[in-house]
């Protein structure tokens, strides 16, 4: 019997198609050609990156300043140099190093363990070598046994901070808190006896001296504080002013003249025994002070302006700055000066403030101190442990 059934379907080979071993040769070449090309453009832009931050590199030390390493990321607030070689920075966390080759290397100085973590926020050293550390107790870092009526501190070292003294700062006065009716735990109305307190410590953001004794502090609540010892001992002075006081210049032991919030300007002529509010049109926050003499006198501010004095105040001129940054200190030695900010912001002037230059580094650290030891060496410190450093070369001077 003839059945059509119908045939099953023939296998069929897979074959696998695999290129002539010349083909294969000329595709690994291919390849490998490809990855010659990436790592030839990923080398012609490192070289291209390299000579851009070489190039600007020496754009900035043509123009005297150089970038150093301080090693830190801390926001260093305060810089001081005794000469071109032996200085000091202090900052957050309880940041403060010395420096006996001009900035280019740096040596960490432990500050006593009850404030080995605080916030530096300024520092001055004497001729003699002994230096004083402005700083801050921080609200959440603080030792038990300190209460949070203390929030300041001003230590002393003659030996470079291998030891340490606590100095006195001036302290808010002790008053009596009147009797008054509460709450009991059993929510049962009970008087409360009268008793004794005082207000926390203002907290102190900078400090300038005269001489080798006297000094003055300044800070918040219109906190001025004086010292008559070399900052052994400090006592509060008393100001009609409320607003936070962020600079002081002082011009001699007898004339200071300090800034804040709200165009404040505070002067006085007596050492401190009288403090006279100047009115100065100004309304923005004032960050920075400097007088050269008891006449000439430069103010910055939070939103980018410089003004200028002749009259000691009386009256101000706006000078003309190619900046709206927020100004951190200002600083003049003869008609040369410098003003440093936010972002960056470096400002520079060989005429009294006539005309501004912008001279501003490629960072977006907050610049926040100067510091100069003569016309031809200089210091600016600033956030992220921010550090330059200017020399200017006299060879090339005609």
């Not at 002082?250 to 050492?271: F, M, P, Y």
């Not at 040369?336 to 960072?363: C, I, P, R, Y």
């Not at 510091?371 to 992220?384: A, K, T």
Request: glycine fraction near 10%; hydrophobic fraction near 35%.
């Amino acid at each position: 019997m003839n059945l059509n059934l119908p045939r099953p379907p023939e296998k069929t080979e897979r074959r696998m198609n695999i290129p002539h071993p010349k083909v294969r040769e000329r595709g690994r070449r291919q390849i490998f050609a490809g990855h010659i090309a990436v790592w030839g453009s990923i080398f012609l832009l490192t070289v291209l990156v390299l000579s851009a931050r070489r190039a600007e590199s020496q754009e900035i030390q043509s123009n005297g300043w150089q970038s150093l390493k301080s090693g830190v990321l801390a926001r260093l607030t305060s810089v001081f140099f005794l000469n071109e070689n032996q200085g000091w920075v202090g900052g957050t966390n309880g940041v403060l190093m010395f420096t006996r080759d001009g900035g280019e290397s740096w040596n960490r100085i432990m500050l006593p363990e009850s404030q080995r973590r605080e916030s530096i926020r300024d520092l001055w050293v004497f001729e003699s070598g002994r230096s004083l550390v402005l700083g801050e107790y921080g609200m959440f870092s603080r030792r038990a046994a300190l209460g949070f009526v203390e929030r300041i501190f001003v230590l002393s070292s003659a030996d470079r901070g291998a030891t340490w003294n606590e100095m006195q700062p001036g302290r808010p006065p002790v008053t009596e808190a009147p009797a008054r009716i509460v709450r009991n735990s059993d929510k049962e109305l009970a008087l409360e006896p009268s008793k004794m307190k005082r207000a926390p410590d203002p907290v102190l953001l900078r400090m300038d001296f005269a001489d080798d004794m006297h000094g003055w502090a300044c800070g918040e609540g219109g906190t001025i504080q004086s010292t008559r010892d070399g900052g052994r001992t400090w006592i509060l002075q008393q100001t009609s002013a409320r607003k936070l006081l962020y600079d002081l210049s002082v011009i001699d032991s007898k004339r200071v003249r300090i800034a804040g919030a709200g165009g404040t300007l505070l002067q006085t002529e007596d050492s401190g025994q009288t403090w006279v509010e100047q009115r100065t049109g100004i309304t923005e926050t004032i960050r920075a002070i400097e007088f050269a003499d008891e006449l000439t006198g430069w103010i910055a501010s939070s939103n980018g302006s410089i003004h200028v004095t002749f009259d000691g105040g009386g009256s101000w001129s706006r000078q003309t700055v190619p900046t709206r940054q927020p100004l951190n200190d200002i600083l003049f030695l003869d008609a040369e000066g410098w003003a440093v900010g936010d972002n960056g912001t470096m400002l520079h002037t060989l005429d009294g403030g006539k005309t501004w230059q912008d001279e501003s580094f490629d960072t977006h650290s907050n610049l926040m101190r100067l510091h100069f030891v003569s016309l031809d060496n200089g210091w600016i410190v600033g956030s992220n442990g921010a550090l330059y450093k200017f020399t200017r070369s006299r060879k090339n001077e005609d």
